[in-house]
């Protein structure tokens, strides 16, 4: 233990090779996940039908066990190793030659290097361990959410009590500011879902998107929702913008914006405080 508080880069080299297995189970989080929740709905509604529901076979984050989806090859202790495996396989695999994604090694890097940051800048510490979870936790959300326009309660919920329960010791708001921001990030989204709807008819965003902002305002307090919403929304008009007219993204197909808050919440995570000093040192 004093060895790590003593040396910080063997600490954020530890946490780094232990994110890269965490960011390996985000990516079955996030193929399964939604997956699980649509076999779910399917069962209710049949209840609700009066149909007969069948037995399906289990499947969950443990089982089946990962396997590829052109072959059913399943992936051994040593193809699954973070990064080398894909690597080594030259991202095919080893059974039919069919392409693996770039994406799981992306999500595997992404996640070690995200939370060998948070490790470097709060060490060894309680700060450090709710870093990590919010982290672990906004990469699964943002990459469920582009993938299916979906935030699920099960990750949006428990991340906004967890950042409450953080916050009892002051480790990124006082307990105070926490609450107001939970307040505060649900209540001006929810504002904004209804003047666009009574203005329009329609529907702007999800439900998913207000308790998504509600937990970084419980994480971060409510100084840091304006730097949190305006870095969202700047770079989610930008790329909503650029695929309209690039790539000719139909209007009509909604585009996701948790991945958007998910990266303003990072951003306000590591540099906020400094954003916020920095522009009202200007006044």
Same mark, same amino acid.
């Given at each position: 233990?004093?060895?790590?508080?003593?040396?910080?880069?063997?600490?954020?080299?530890?946490?780094?090779?232990?994110?890269?297995?965490?960011? #390996?189970?985000?990516?079955?989080?996030?193929?399964?996940?939604? %997956?699980?929740?649509? *076999?779910?709905?399917?069962?209710?509604?049949?209840?609700?039908?009066?149909?007969?529901?069948?037995?399906?076979?289990?499947?969950?984050?443990?089982?089946? *066990?990962?396997?590829?989806?052109?072959?059913?090859?399943?992936?051994?202790?040593?193809?699954?190793?973070?990064?080398? #495996?894909?690597?080594?396989? %030259?991202?095919?695999? #080893?059974?039919?030659? $069919?392409?693996?994604?770039?994406?799981?090694?992306? +999500?595997?890097?992404?996640?070690?290097?995200?939370? $060998?940051?948070? $490790?470097?800048?709060?060490?060894?510490?309680?700060?450090?361990? /709710?870093?990590?979870?919010?982290?672990?936790?906004?990469?699964?959300?943002?990459?469920?959410?582009?993938?299916?326009?979906?935030?699920?309660? =099960?990750?949006?919920?428990?991340?906004?009590?967890?950042?409450?329960?953080?916050?009892? /010791? /002051?480790?990124? $708001?006082?307990?105070?500011?926490?609450?107001? !921001?939970?307040?505060?990030?649900?209540?001006?989204?929810?504002?904004?879902?209804?003047?666009?709807?009574?203005?329009?008819?329609?529907?702007?965003?999800?439900?998913?998107?207000?308790?998504?902002?509600?937990?970084?305002?419980?994480?971060?307090?409510?100084?840091?929702?304006?730097?949190?919403?305006?870095? =969202?929304?700047?770079?989610?008009?930008?790329?909503?913008?650029?695929?309209?007219?690039?790539?000719?993204?139909?209007? %009509?197909?909604?585009?996701?914006?948790?991945?958007?808050?998910?990266?303003? !919440?990072? +951003?306000?995570?590591?540099?906020?405080?400094?954003?916020?000093?920095?522009?009202? /040192?200007?006044?």
């Amino acid at each position: 233990m004093e060895l790590l508080i003593q040396e910080p880069a063997l600490l954020t080299g530890l946490v780094f090779l232990l994110s890269l297995l965490i960011g #390996s189970f985000l990516n079955v989080l996030i193929h399964r996940l939604p %997956r699980m929740m649509e *076999r779910e709905w399917q069962q209710q509604c049949a209840e609700l039908r009066g149909e007969p529901v069948t037995a399906s076979p289990r499947y969950n984050l443990w089982l089946p *066990r990962s396997a590829c989806p052109a072959c059913g090859h399943m992936i051994t202790a040593l193809e699954n190793i973070p990064l080398l #495996s894909w690597l080594y396989l %030259r991202a095919r695999c #080893s059974a039919c030659a $069919a392409p693996i994604s770039v994406r799981y090694p992306l +999500v595997e890097l992404l996640t070690a290097l995200l939370s $060998a940051a948070v $490790a470097w800048k709060w060490g060894f510490s309680l700060a450090t361990a /709710g870093g990590l979870l919010l982290v672990w936790m906004l990469v699964a959300l943002a990459f469920i959410d582009f993938d299916t326009t979906l935030l699920p309660d =099960s990750l949006t919920l428990p991340l906004l009590w967890l950042g409450l329960l953080f916050n009892l /010791g /002051g480790h990124f $708001a006082t307990l105070a500011d926490a609450v107001m !921001g939970a307040i505060a990030g649900y209540l001006v989204l929810w504002s904004v879902y209804w003047l666009f709807k009574l203005v329009t008819g329609k529907e702007g965003m999800g439900y998913g998107d207000f308790k998504l902002l509600a937990a970084l305002g419980a994480w971060l307090g409510w100084q840091l929702l304006p730097v949190t919403l305006l870095l =969202s929304s700047v770079v989610g008009a930008v790329i909503g913008i650029a695929m309209i007219v690039l790539v000719k993204h139909d209007k %009509r197909v909604p585009i996701p914006f948790g991945p958007y808050l998910a990266g303003g !919440g990072l +951003v306000a995570l590591f540099f906020g405080q400094d954003m916020t000093q920095a522009y009202l /040192g200007q006044f």
